[in-house]
């Protein structure tokens, strides 16, 4: 167009009145996390989840103290004038064939199985996370060496670890922590992997580094938090695996040992007189189903609510 030209009212045409609402702002701007949390807030399975993992924890903490205040009894409290009673107002999960209180019991399990559920998670979160991290940053022959490390621990099932403790330790919570100490955050180490190698390429990744950003800052400030979304569903999915794997192990006679009681040690007990004493069974085996239950509902509710391409 020549610069000379004459600007004219006919070169210009006015906006239809149907358009201008277009660039209308129809809700305030939001932050990352504050869309996520909308979107988890309509998943109602996922918020189901929340709310029962918060007070199945907040129970297990306070239950037992409450429990022992009020009644007087423990874990522990054995009296067999009571010896298997079913549910009733007085023992309202039943009683044990040494006249323990269930309901007691499985509150005090619930403290086990959740700690090393938890325990799972922070394994995950520290080793995992800074492991994956290191061996995606740095590539080359570390990530080499790293990954296979983490192929030959793989290739081991976790039970070995278990059993080798218990030949080392007695069986215990302890023994429990130490092997997922070994086993539990290899996956996550992996994920973590992925997600490091796709990032450092990016811009921002560049743009630190001609600032004089030094490694460790670019691998903790940059690329860790931008991992956040796969991390934090992975942790909330590995806490239902690691509570199965202790109640199994506790099942099976490798967890806690008696008196102390977990889900699995408490559905173990009640094996023996599943027939005549179903109830004794009941109760632990829907503690640990709905904690797994929840515990799922809310990572999937996490991994639909962090994923970008999920937003609206």
């Not at 522990?76 to 298997?84: E, G, I, L, P, R």
């Not at 994956?132 to 983490?150: E, Q």
């Amino acid at each position: 167009m020549d610069i000379n030209m004459d600007i004219t009212k006919d070169m210009f045409e006015r906006v239809p009145e149907s358009e201008k609402d277009l660039n209308t702002i129809v809700r305030p701007s939001e932050t990352y996390w504050q869309d996520a949390w909308r979107r988890l807030k309509q998943n109602k399975l996922a918020m189901f989840g929340l709310y029962f993992v918060l007070f199945i924890t907040l129970l297990a903490i306070v239950g037992p103290p409450l429990v022992k205040m009020f009644r007087g009894i423990d874990y522990a409290t054995q009296n067999y004038k009571y010896s298997n009673q079913p549910p009733n107002s007085k023992f309202w999960f039943g009683t044990d064939m040494f006249g323990r209180d269930i309901f007691v019991r499985v509150l005090y399990g619930a403290r086990i199985s959740l700690t090393v559920g938890y325990a799972a998670s922070v394994l995950n979160l520290v080793i995992g996370v800074l492991y994956g991290g290191i061996s995606g940053y740095f590539g080359g022959k570390v990530d080499l060496i790293m990954m296979r490390i983490v192929d030959i621990l793989y290739s081991i099932p976790m039970m070995i670890y278990v059993i080798l403790l218990m030949l080392i330790f007695k069986p215990g919570l302890g023994s429990i922590l130490v092997a997922l100490a070994i086993a539990y955050w290899l996956s996550m180490a992996r994920i973590v992997r992925a997600q490091i190698l796709s990032l450092k390429q990016q811009e921002f990744v560049l743009a630190a580094r001609t600032l004089g950003a030094s490694n460790a800052r670019i691998l903790l400030r940059h690329l860790i938090p931008n991992s956040m979304g796969p991390i934090i569903v992975t942790l909330t999915l590995s806490v239902p695996s690691a509570i199965f794997t202790e109640s199994f192990l506790s099942f099976i006679g490798l967890g806690v040992s008696v008196p102390k009681a977990s889900w699995g040690t408490l559905a173990s007990e009640a094996l023996e007189g599943l027939q005549v004493y179903p109830y004794q069974l009941l109760f632990p085996a829907l503690a640990i189903s709905l904690t797994i239950l929840a515990f799922n509902f809310l990572g999937d509710g996490l991994r639909d609510a962090l994923d970008p391409k999920m937003r609206k």
